[in-house]
């Protein structure tokens, strides 16, 4: 029997790109579900492996909600965090279920279609610029960063980047117990678009859920949750980049028969995450799974990531590989939880990586992927740089 101070503690590794840290690997070799000790010292469950990830995902006892929000079990100290947890699980769940609805028919098929013609458009312009300047170039600073961050301004409608930007990457100065949404600047600056956008209607995503009959301060948290999208985006991007880079095959596989972008982004996608971070859950009742007793009140971390990474579904899953087919990654989540952006992030990573490829196909990472520097901030972070030259 392990006892609570020889569990191990999340967040005490460097971040690791495409591959899992040799703690990871650890716990998930010692189970599907493990105890352990979160960053900011309380104990939790922490599920690493697909089939048991699933299950949870799937498993409606698991949700944003604790009876004792100011006493839970806590993953982070993050207000962030927090103001997502409410007091009463049916009321996070019919929460959980509206703001999908409003949300998800802003990502249909033949919204991506209209978009699509303009992020390539960015996409290409960025690498305009980069091949005017010439060599070196830092290709998250340049690329994945300017691109993902003008799709979604052109997406909330936003025209102020400047301050937006400075918004959605300022740390937060609120305390972690404030959960008042109107303490931040970022949800009062999204309150004031709203407003904006309902005497001046644009053809943007901000502007038809004001016509939702929802009240601003609604609209403003459901742009926010989109807005933070940004805070993984350009991240993934990036790693798909360095991939590229580092697997000189299979980036060859995808310049010869483009019609390999979209499984290539699947592989990116599950293997692109830059820091060590979970999505904290709360069960709502006493859950039996995989041979532990998970009590109603308890912290589960789902770990998308390392569940990427299980070799009990993922054939040599540190292998990049374009083709790997089928490619049931949970990086975007899964049933209820699923990813309500993934259609945009998936326009977006393939017309990237197309301009990327057309225009600069034999492009060299000055370091290897292994020493790119990362921001090890749990709920910020993730590539630094990427420094190439061609
Ligand atoms: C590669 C990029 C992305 C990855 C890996 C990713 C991953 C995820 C994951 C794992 C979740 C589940 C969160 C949870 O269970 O609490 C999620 C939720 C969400 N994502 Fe993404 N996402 C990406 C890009 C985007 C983009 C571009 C948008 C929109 C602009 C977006 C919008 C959302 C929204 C609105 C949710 C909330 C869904 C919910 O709570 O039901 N995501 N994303």
Redesign the pocket.
Known sequence: MTTSEELPVLGTESPVIACLSAQMRAIQAGGAIRRVRTPVGDEGWLVTRHAELKQL?LDERVG?SHPDPANMPKYLDSPLISMTVSSDHETARKN?AR??KL?TPH?SAKRMAALRPKIAERANAAMDQILEQGPPADLHAQLSVPV?FQV?CD?LGITEHDTFMSLLTAPTTVGASDTDPAKFPLFTFLAELSAHKRAHPGPDLTTTLTQAGITDPEVASLVA?????YL??PH??SVGIALFASNPGQREMVIKDPSLLASAVEEV?RM??TTESF?PRYASEDIEIADVSIKSGELVM?D?YSSGFDDRVFENPDKFDVTRSPNPHP???HG???????P??RV??IEIYSALLTQLPDFQLQIPISELRINNDQLGGGVAELPATW
Not at 225 to 229: I, K, L, Q, R
Not at 336 to 342: D, K, S
């Open positions: 995902l944003k959980h703001m999908r949300l990502f993902s979604l997406l949750v989109t807005a933070f999208s993984v985006t993934n991007i996608v692109g995450k999505l789902c998308h990086a975007f989540s209820n939880w699923y990813c309500v952006g993934a945009l992030a977006e990573m």
